[in-house]
């Protein structure tokens, strides 16, 4: 695209009182108000001092600007430009969300996580973000390194991914017509082992997720994860709130053992639905094999921890460059990957409890999506501010699944950065009348259609309609 020479720029001042950059935030704002948030963080949270005056209207103002785009306390100046004070009551500025945060003790936190599960209870009634909850509802587990840059960030530290941050806890519920939402987080020391605090998390996630499906539904609740939550503490949570367990064992020489006791004709042959590239050999693998034994999980334990299941083992082959290429092996070698799972078989066979478990992958999405959003920096130097910014994040994210659900079509999948560029970063200019607003924006916007239907579903009743 190049520069029109018939009509060139040739000035630009920021003069205008009445345009505003992210018109998608008052639909957005108004689900928000429907779904509680507001009120939810004023009934609940409890912040000594004016630092916590009117928590309802900060915690709704850091939600505000992480979805239109902040990543930093400096960003939500971006709340308070133009027409902003004329859309909204009470745009906060920047230094005063910061010392809001800055006030809060962990019990202050956890007050947030009861606001975030209840908000997304309210998401849940007010939208379709999570269709499908009577069926068969999934539950990933996963832990991620935020890199953080300073020495005066509390808790940062080197943990599994050799890189110096805080550590990301999260769970995330999905359905078979439904993108993962989150439904419980944590915020945790850099240097901290990956189930450190999972056994609290998965009770949380469990009991949110109960108290959101329906009285009559039967489908499983599964919970997924990856081996470094296989563990009697967490998968014995899991089993206690009456869940399925769907996670990665590590390969000790009990897990070894069941497997050399698989007979060869027992493995059946599946196709990946997509290559899979194998880094240590450097080749494509398209093709692989499972089967599954009985196997108790932590037998040398009491017999009150001890868990009775399946072991599910996929193998491929094995297609590293042997020692000596000119020799022939007698016998096709396997590479193994095994995992752990209570799942009842008439629902899950060998073969979908195998695919079922690999699609756990899904919440590295989210990982990625925060990341690439309000978690691309966490912004305070103190670890409890940024355990309540990763909470307002998680709220932002869900909210902006939940909008995106309204709008329909493809973007009630898509990611945040998606959803932000199409229904949010909408630029408007309001114009007054009968002491009514209007937003007049721009003509020919390639999403309208999406932005109205999220409008309209979220507008108040007209005087007399109600």
């Not at 308070?80 to 969300?97: C, E, I, K, N, W």
């Given at each position: ?19 505003v950059s992210a018109a998608g935030l008052v639909p957005v704002m108004r689900l928000a108000a429907d779904a509680g948030l507001d009120a939810l963080a004023g009934d609940l949270l409890s912040v000594p001092t004016d630092k916590g ?49 800055r006030a809060f003790t962990f019990g202050h936190v956890r007050q947030l996580d009861a606001v975030a599960s209840r908000f997304l209870g309210g998401l849940v009634r007010h939208s379709q973000v999570l269709p499908g909850l009577g ?332």
């Open positions: 695209m190049r520069l029109s020479h018939t009509r060139p720029v040739g000035a630009a001042s920021f003069d205008e009182p009445n345009l005056s009117n928590a309802g209207g900060k915690v709704s103002a850091l939600v505000a600007g992480m979805i239109a785009g902040a990543d930093s306390i400096d960003d939500l100046a971006l709340l308070r430009h133009g027409a902003m004070a004329r859309l909204f009551d009470r745009p906060y500025a920047p230094s005063t969300l910061g010392s809001f945060l069926g068969t509802v999934l539950i990933d587990v996963d832990d991620s390194i935020v890199e953080v840059h300073g020495h005066a960030k509390q808790g940062a530290g080197f943990g599994y991914s050799g890189v110096r941050g805080l550590n990301m806890l999260l769970a995330t519920v999905s359905t078979a017509h439904a993108a993962p939402v989150i439904v419980a987080q944590r915020l945790r020391k850099g240097s901290c082992a990956s189930p450190r605090g999972a056994r609290r998390l998965v009770a949380d996630a469990l009991a949110t997720v109960r108290s959101l499906r329906p009285a009559e539904a039967t489908g499983q609740v599964l919970l997924r994860a990856d081996s470094a939550f296989y563990g009697s503490p967490t998968i014995g949570a899991a089993v206690r709130a009456g869940a399925r367990v769907s996670v990665t064992v590590r390969m000790d020489p009990k897990v070894k053992a069941a497997i050399a006791s698989i007979a060869e004709q027992a493995w059946t042959a599946i196709e990946y639905t997509d290559a899979v590239y194998d880094e240590q050999s450097g080749r494509w693998i398209s093709r692989a094999e499972v089967a599954e034994v009985p196997f108790t999980a932590f037998s040398t334990r009491k017999p009150a921890e001890q868990v009775a299941g399946r072991l599910v083992v996929r193998r491929i082959p094995d297609l590293n460059r042997p020692a000596n290429p000119d020799q022939a092996t007698l016998f096709q070698m396997w590479r193994f990957h095994a995992f752990f799972t209570t799942s009842d078989p008439a629902d899950l066979d060998t073969v979908a409890a195998d695919k079922t478990h690999r699609a756990h992958a899904i919440i590295e999405q989210i990982n990625a999506d925060l990341k690439n959003a309000a978690v691309a920096h966490l912004p305070s130097g103190k670890f409890t501010a940024n355990g309540a910014w990763l909470v307002c994040a998680v709220m932002a994210f869900n909210l902006t699944r939940a909008a995106g659900a309204i709008a329909g079509g493809r973007l009630a999948r898509a990611t945040t950065a998606t959803i932000r560029r199409t229904l949010i970063a909408v630029p408007a200019r309001a114009a007054s009348s009968a002491r009514r607003l209007t937003l007049h924006l721009p003509r020919h916007w390639p999403w309208q259609h999406a932005w109205t239907t999220l409008f309209l579903a979220c507008a108040p009743p007209r005087p007399g309609t109600a």
